[in-house]
């Protein structure tokens, strides 16, 4: 009866264990794949060891990817973070405005990203999308916004922002309705200022949740396909070519198997430790965050 | 004073209503669009005779795209992957929460790591193997890979639910002549049930707006709405009043979900970081 017991949480977690080594054994395939050159024309590939790596570091089309995925999730994250808190600042002041608005926030997030590029590709259509149409008294009726590089990269954001600043603005409105209220009636009582509260108070209470949106949302981003699917194809030219965008014309588009998998395998590292040194970074702003406290 | 801090609050409720315009005009300007009829798309903007025809011609199929098959495609794999991740995730959740052991914790952790790793790294080996096992195309071929989404997410949070039922109540079960199998399913289950159901429905929006898996995996059979609706964009004259109906009735079951559960989003976006 005795091992049967010990045995029992092993019995429970089997099935998930299972299931988990499913994912992780094509996980394990492509790792594998990308040591050959293994593609649609090459059925029975040799193997490459690392030289499948080595192309893509010294690709000009490789560094130009990993740039414009920075700039995209740095640019995406950057301006979500700040719509997001100023939202549910705006939100918290509970006005009747805010709470009948409230209930609608999360709209465009539970939007699939892809059709949510969809939708915005129809109204920014340059000749009769309707954005242009309502900027046209203001003399802006001609913008070709993705069909400019610099364009095209800040309106496949703008969508990445239209989505996904809700998330960001629920996480913080959380976070600000948590906060105890004992240290705000002792700020007004000693007659501070709006600016000194926040910048004393709300803000270094407020930063862990705030960077829990961050961390999602930064490394989401970094590997954002849906919208620049939709929205641009990674053009025009290869002015939008997300590493994720590169590894799938690589690899579905070219059928060179082994090559895209080996972008997907990079861009995993990235992925990988810009986490460890956010989670790490957490840690310090919760101990922070508890000393305000 | 009054009047200053009058007009900072008008002022602060007009940038509300300006950033909810930016959020919600793209939906009406769908609805608009979805209901234009096909002689009037680009000759007027705001003004124009309403008519269903768009979706009429979307759900009727007559665009050679199926996309009522594609609408229950979408519908079968969302199903059979929530429910799939709640037999397997919820005892293990469970036992997570209960009993810290090392192997649970690493199980923990590989799941998370799902939820952060680039899908093409495990979509791209399963095209090519898909397609030698015979599961390309198929609803059970993408309720498995589908688990990469709902899998970590049913796990994380139902564990966070467990973590906080306190463990008396099974242990009073327990000395009742419970087994550790009947406390779970009489006593604990029943406490965390508007979690099971938040976390499968949030689970369910996940998988039904999935994109690149019935990209890469599907062709036809299997192929789900989310793919369909691209496919109205194809060809020399997009058809905006049929995309913008697509978009549209691919929207509808998330958006409905999603009003359902607003209290129980910050946990189940966070993966159980933040709680509400």
Known sequence: ?293 | MTVRKRLLGWLADAALILYFVFALFPIAWMVILSLKPTNELFSTYFSFSPTLDGYRTVLGDSEGIPFVRFFVNSLVVSLGAVALSLVVGLPAAYASARWRFKGSENLMFTLLSFRFAPELTVIIPLFVLYQKLGLFDTYVGMVWVLQLVTLPLIVWIMRSYFADLTPELEQAALLDGYTRKQAFVKVALPLVKPGVAAVSLLAFIFAWNNFVFPLILTSNEAQTVTVGALSFLGGDRPKYNLTAAAALVSVVPPLLLALTIQRYLVRGLSFGAVKS
């Open chain 1, 1 to 293: 009866m005795g091992w049967r017991l010990a045995l029992r949480p092993y019995l429970l977690i089997v099935p998930a264990l299972l299931l988990t080594c499913g994912i992780l054994y094509p996980f394990g395939l492509g790792l594998y794949y990308t040591l050959f050159d293994f593609s649609a024309s090459k059925p029975q590939p040799d193997m490459v060891r690392f030289e499948n790596y080595e192309t893509v570091f010294t690709q000009e089309a490789f560094w130009n990817s990993a740039w414009v995925t920075v700039l995209y999730a740095v640019g995406a994250a950057a301006v979500e973070t700040v719509l997001g808190v100023a939202v549910a600042l705006l939100l918290h002041r509970s006005t009747l405005v805010g709470r009948v608005l409230e209930k609608i926030l999360i709209l465009p997030l539970m939007i699939a990203p892809v059709i949510a590029a969809i939708i915005w590709k129809l109204m920014l259509q340059p000749s009769v999308g309707v954005v242009n149409h309502l900027l046209r008294p203001f003399g802006l009726g001609g913008v070709q916004w993705t069909d400019t590089p610099t364009g095209a990269l800040l309106s496949s954001i703008a969508v990445d922002v239209w989505v996904y600043t809700p998330f960001v603005a629920i996480l913080a409105l959380a976070g600000l309705r948590s906060l105890p209220t004992s240290p705000f009636e002792a700020a007004a009582v000693d007659g501070a200022g709006w600016w000194y509260t926040f910048r004393r108070l709300t803000l270094p209470m407020l930063w862990p949740y705030v960077l829990v949106a961050v961390i999602f949302r930064f490394m989401d981003s970094l590997k954002v396909f849906d919208i620049i699917y939709a929205l641009t194809e990674g053009g025009p030219g290869d002015s939008t070519v997300v590493l994720q965008i590169r590894a799938y014309l690589e690899a579905i588009r070219f059928q060179r198997y082994s090559f895209g998998i080996s972008y997907t395998i990079v861009l995993w590292a990235v992925v990988y430790l810009a986490a460890m040194v956010l989670v790490k970074h957490l840690g310090k702003i919760q101990r922070k965050a508890a000393e305000v406290k």
